[in-house]
């Protein structure tokens, strides 16, 4: 009896958290399907006229359809430093977990000194170094710090030491595989469950870059989505002529994060999966 | 051909042992170089876009730019400035409050949330654990502007409440907000993941001895992840101090009340990119990453039984 009680306040409380956490959803994808005058005159949380299609079609016509080229943009990083940085860490991770070399102990204990340097501190001397390599406002400016992934070194390392028997590999040599070989034929497969969760963070990780394309981008054609809604934002609150309206940049919103959701409901599992290997246990 | 054939056959017999250490050394440097060659890309990431930045910022908070003699080599005299500059103080201290009032209350929220889902197996649950968790999956940019408009007296559905979300008062409570909203699921799952490594069997015996769940969960459940919620914790206070995105992306809403100077990151973007002082503003961000960085190594080092960097 008690417990049943406890049970419906436990859902009631659970209710109202996810009301919280999905109304903000909500009101975009109301808002997304309103004109800007409707925008501004109809009830916030319901629908009114249906103007989701001329709103699409006005957010790719924006300036010259520079939103198809952000989407592009933020999907090109995403995948470039994505690929790229699981490819890096997949190789040193399986190093340090398998293969004995001098310096090994000294290059790993310097990674896990290295890992708690806070990203954000590292932007402005990266743009300065940067910009004396004449790299600034390049697509690399963006992609190049991204390959770098510390993180997803140690994790690699980890799940290749405790899941991948030394046996394994020794009998892949014995077998005349070359060390490349026993990497790409016996290890790669093994490692596919961390590997994926690598990707998906830090392709996850570029996708909501800001901080770095901002300080680094200037030309508005290398920007990806994040920076170029927020210079968007900016011009409508500043009132400037012809900038986007805010109907227009509600619906930049949602076609942003619509790929994201649908990427976070299908790879749940992943998600989870990285922060659990990545915390405490 | 034949020597093909012969040498190996030869080989063995004419010097015994010491040619099976010969290929086991053959064998160890081909390893060595292999891990050498493997380790390589990473760690020429890690030598141009960490210790590189680094030891560059480092140097060049040491010096200043004068008009007359161009650069200057300066001691620490950036350091004092940043130390003694009120507005650094201020961007500090702000942050500071933030912390201490948003951590407990998203820490709250995480650890409520996770208690929850760990009790109930509903499909409610499974469903509330997916809608806590989205806002995670949202770009602080987009997150931040989606509060934005919803803060909005004009389009935003609490306009009829009339009160002002970004006034010099409110505004860093709507910041709070933000934040609460946007990472209250990610610390939820962190704890739900240690409710789950838990012994089941305490409960069952606690439940016999007449606990309620109410009781188990909070005298049996949370003293058992304590470590976890203190890491969860120190983590938000660490991410709070290099408070950015969500400051920058509502300083149009304000500008009067969310300035220039309202935490310290927001402070060295601009000396950097509004004033072009990139000496003072290397100071004031290595300063910063060097009270995070050794923070995070304190805590690490004092829990580092049950944390994961082992």
């Keep these: 009896m008690s417990f049943r009680k406890g049970s419906v306040a436990a859902h009631v409380v659970m209710g109202l958290l996810a009301i919280y956490f999905l109304l903000p959803f909500w009101w975009l994808l109301v808002a997304a399907t309103k004109d800007n005058t409707g925008l501004f005159q109809s009830a916030s949380l319901w629908f009114s006229d249906f103007h989701l299609i001329d709103n699409l079609r006005i957010l790719f016509e924006q300036d010259g359809g520079v939103y198809l080229t952000w989407l592009r943009n933020s999907a090109f990083y995403a995948v470039i430093s994505g690929v790229g940085a699981t490819a890096i860490s997949a190789l040193a991770g399986y190093a340090f977990a398998k293969l004995r070399f001098p310096g090994r102990n000294a290059l790993f204990a310097l990674l896990l000194g290295l890992i708690m340097v806070p990203a954000t501190a590292l932007v402005l001397p990266t743009y300065l170094l940067m910009s004396q390599a004449n790299l600034v406002d390049t697509i690399w400016a963006v992609i190049l710090p991204s390959l770098l992934n510390p993180f997803g070194v140690y994790l690699l390392r980890v799940y290749v030491h405790d899941s991948i028997p030394d046996e394994m590999l020794e009998a892949a040599r014995i077998d005349g595989a070359g060390e490349f070989r026993v990497f790409t034929s016996v290890a790669l497969p093994a490692m596919k469950p961390a590997l994926v969760t690598v990707l998906l963070f830090s392709m996850v990780a570029s996708w909501n870059n800001f901080f770095l394309p901002l300080v680094m981008l200037s030309d508005d054609q290398l920007y990806p989505l994040t920076v170029g809604l927020r210079a968007w934002y900016m011009s409508a609150i500043m009132g400037n002529g012809g900038a986007a309206t805010f109907s227009v940049i509600v619906t930049g919103a949602l076609v942003a994060i619509v790929p994201l959701i649908v990427a976070f409901l299908m790879l749940q599992r992943y998600w989870r999966g990285g922060l659990t290997i990545g915390s405490v246990k | ?310």
């Excluded at chain 2, 060659?37 to 200043?64: D, G």
Aim: glycine fraction near 6%; hydrophobic fraction near 50%.
């Design chain 2, 1 to 310: 051909m034949t020597e093909v054939q012969t040498s190996p056959a030869a080989a063995p017999a004419a010097a015994g042992p010491s040619a099976k250490t010969g290929t086991q050394r053959s064998a160890r440097v081909k390893e060595a170089a292999t891990g050498w060659l493997f380790a390589l890309p990473f760690t020429v990431l890690l030598v141009a876009f960490l210790l590189l930045p680094m030891a560059y910022a480092f140097k060049i908070s040491l010096y200043r730019s004068t008009l007359i003699e161009g650069e200057v080599f300066a001691w620490f005299d950036n350091y004092k400035q940043a130390i003694d500059d009120p507005l650094v103080r201020e961007g500090v201290v702000r942050v500071l409050i933030f912390g201490l009032l948003q951590t407990p209350v998203m820490i709250g929220i995480a650890l409520v949330a996770a208690l929850l889902i760990d009790a109930a197996t509903s499909k409610f649950s499974r469903f509330f654990r997916l809608a806590a968790f989205v806002p995670y999956a949202v770009p602080v940019v987009i997150g931040t502007l989606m509060w934005g408009f919803l803060y909005s007296d004009s389009i935003g559905p609490f306009a009829w409440t009339g009160i002002d979300f970004t006034s010099s008062d409110t505004v860093l409570a709507s910041l709070g907000n933000i934040v609460t909203w946007q990472w209250a699921g990610y610390n939820m799952i962190v704890l739900y993941a240690a409710l789950q490594g838990l012994p089941r069997d305490v409960y069952e015996s606690a439940r016999i001895d007449g606990a309620s769940e109410v009781q188990i969960a909070l005298r049996i459940k949370t003293p058992m992840i304590s470590s976890a919620l203190v890491l969860a914790t120190l983590f938000t206070i660490m991410g709070t101090l290099q408070f950015f995105t969500e400051p920058l992306i509502l300083q149009p809403l304000n500008p009067g009340a969310i300035t220039q100077h309202y935490t310290p990151n927001v402070y060295a973007y601009n000396q950097a990119f509004s004033f072009q002082q990139y000496n003072y503003s290397a100071a004031i961000s290595f300063l910063l990453g060097a009270v995070v960085f050794i923070g995070s190594y304190i805590f690490l080092f004092a829990t580092r039984k049950r944390s994961a960097l082992r």
